[in-house]
């Protein structure tokens, strides 16, 4: 890719700004000049690393129209830039079995009763009344709402991952193809403003040539515990095995820091301890039973729940801060279940080596056992070297022992304030409006052909996982 076109994929081609060097921070500033990017505080971040940042709000001249499908966490969260920028998105329609989810959406957007839907299959029993749909349903209801959303000419936001194996992924794509239409991805950490200035440090020239990446997401021991021993992604056959699950972000990141083909890979990974053989002497089925452990378990769902008041988003509660009615819900359903006794098979460790073209070289590890969530990476240049913890990033520079910081705290991006997952929630639904309005797939960096390419990394590190063996990729 030449400089011309890696500015273009990043965005910033209207900025126009030289990446490394002095003529950095000058044409930053003119770009905040000229509207293009918001002149937020950063103290902390050293000049040739200032790159600009986007501003949320699409640049269009028209409203696209959205059906949500599926009004959980993820659809809410998109349903939210609607409600930030309703003069670039609108959301003209819902669908959610939860009768409660489909209310307080079809309010919150003024959505007229005759386009409120209990299953996705209604949406497309009527002709067509939107631009796009966004599918936020589970992991094991994306594929078939997406073929038919194709088929009826609908563009796609589409929740990760996109599909539950290499083949239906790969139909996706041809039917995107076949339709000429727009499907984009939710790999959110590519729009995040820390991820796109650690790829930008990456590819200045300051570290020299990339050589490889050490990448590690920290799941947090309690996430592990609510999402991934009893919640929603416990079983990988109803949903998706973890290094997709959870870690399709990563594998994605990584191709996309290393910009260049993913060669092969190999996996290492096990379920250790959330499992029955591991339960503590006595340990009831359910935490609420009684459990002679309750009060030094780190994964008690009275702790995590009622007192630390955590994950608490799945009960749909009117008020969050009623612990007697979360206490009811950890009685009833499968989030108060003792850790050792739940029917989980997902590892709660894994482990990746991957070799890039060009004898680059990248290990992802994930872990489920952590104090703190988020991301941490390292990555090794001919000349530098750059550690970062998802928020702030260092780079080193061997030639005259200099470090620079990268440093920007989203809530101080003025409008990034309340987009999750660094700012990259509404930085992609940005990218998504402008897709669409501008029938332009290169409006975003999670094209459907790149984040195909990066889930069958994923369905081939399971594939060397469980057969021990490394794996070739394409
Ligand atoms: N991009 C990310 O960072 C990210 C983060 C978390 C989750 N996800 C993915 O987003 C998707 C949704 O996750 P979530 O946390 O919002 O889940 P959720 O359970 O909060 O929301 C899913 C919604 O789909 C609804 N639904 C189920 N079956 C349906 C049907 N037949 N028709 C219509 N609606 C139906 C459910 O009632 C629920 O409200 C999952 O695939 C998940 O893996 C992505």
């Keep these: 890719m030449n400089r011309k076109e890696f500015l273009k994929r990043l965005g910033m081609l209207t900025v126009g700004a030289t990446l490394i060097g002095a003529d950095v921070p000058a044409l ?28 949320l709000k699409a640049q ?47 309010k919150a957007h003024n959505i007229p009763a005759e386009n409120c839907f209990s299953d996705w299959k209604d949406v497309f029993a009527r002709e067509k009344f939107a631009d796009a749909v966004i599918i936020a349903t589970p992991d094991n209801l994306h594929f078939e709402p997406c073929m038919k959303a194709l088929e009826m000419g609908y563009d796609v936001l589409l929740e990760k991952p ?25 790999h959110v950490l590519r729009y995040a403003p820390y991820f796109i200035a650690l790829r930008q440090a990456i590819h200045s020239g ?36 973890i290094i997709l699950a959870k870690s399709c972000h990563d594998l ?5 820091m290393v910009d260049r083909p993913c060669l092969q890979i190999a996996a290492e990974g096990t379920l250790m301890h959330f499992k029955s053989e591991n339960a503590p002497a ?19 769902a009275i702790d995590i729940y009622v007192r630390r008041k955590r994950h608490l988003g799945v009960f749909d509660l009117p008020d969050k801060r009623d612990e007697a009615a979360i ?36 290990s992802f590890t994930m872990d489920a056992f952590t104090p703190w969530g988020g991301r941490r990476t390292r990555v090794m240049g001919t000349t530098g070297y750059i550690e970062g913890d998802g928020k702030r990033f260092t780079v080193y520079t061997f030639r005259d022992n200099k470090k620079r910081v990268w440093q920007k705290d989203v809530k101080e991006l003025g409008e990034y304030k309340h987009a999750g997952h660094g700012g990259g929630d509404h930085a992609l639904a940005r990218d998504f ?23 069958i990394i994923g369905f081939k590190a399971e594939k060397s996982r469980k057969s021990m063996k490394k794996v070739k990729i394409g």
Excluded at 32 to 52: C, I, N, R, W
Excluded at 252 to 256: E, Q
Aim: glycine share 6%.
């Design 206 to 241: 300051m570290i020299g040539d990339l050589v490889s990446i050490q990448h590690m997401e920290p799941i947090q021991y309690a996430h592990m515990a609510h999402s991934y021993v009893r919640g929603k992604w416990r079983d990988s056959n109803q949903t998706t095995p």
């Design 162 to 186: 996109a599909a539950q194996t290499e083949k239906e992924c790969k139909a996706i794509l041809a039917q995107a193809k076949k339709h000429n239409r727009i499907v984009a991805i939710c």
């Design 282 to 300: 006595g340990a009831p089925k359910r935490c609420t039973d009684g459990c002679p452990h309750e009060a030094t378990c780190p994964y008690s």
């Design 28 to 55: 930053a500033a003119q770009a905040v000049q000229e509207g293009t990017t918001k002149s937020p505080k950063s103290p902390k971040t050293h000049p040739d690393l200032d790159f600009a940042v986007r501003p």
């Design 327 to 362: 206490m009811e819900k950890i009685k009833t359903t499968m989030f108060g279940r003792c850790v050792y006794h739940c029917d989980n098979n997902q590892p709660d460790h894994y482990v990746t080596t991957m070799l890039f073209e060009g004898g680059v070289t990248a």
């Design 252 to 256: 994605d990141i990584i191709r996309w």
């Design 60 to 106: 269009t001249n028209k409203v696209v129209t959205a059906i949500i499908i599926g009004a959980g966490s993820r659809g809410t969260t998109y349903g939210k830039y609607a409600l930030q920028f309703p003069d670039t998105m609108k959301i003209v329609g819902v669908a959610d079995l939860n009768g409660f989810r489909k209310k307080r959406t079809a």
């Design 433 to 455: 409006v402008e897709a669409v309005a501008l029938q332009d797939p290169n409006r975003l960096s999670s094209t459907i052909d790149a984040s195909i390419e990066s889930h």
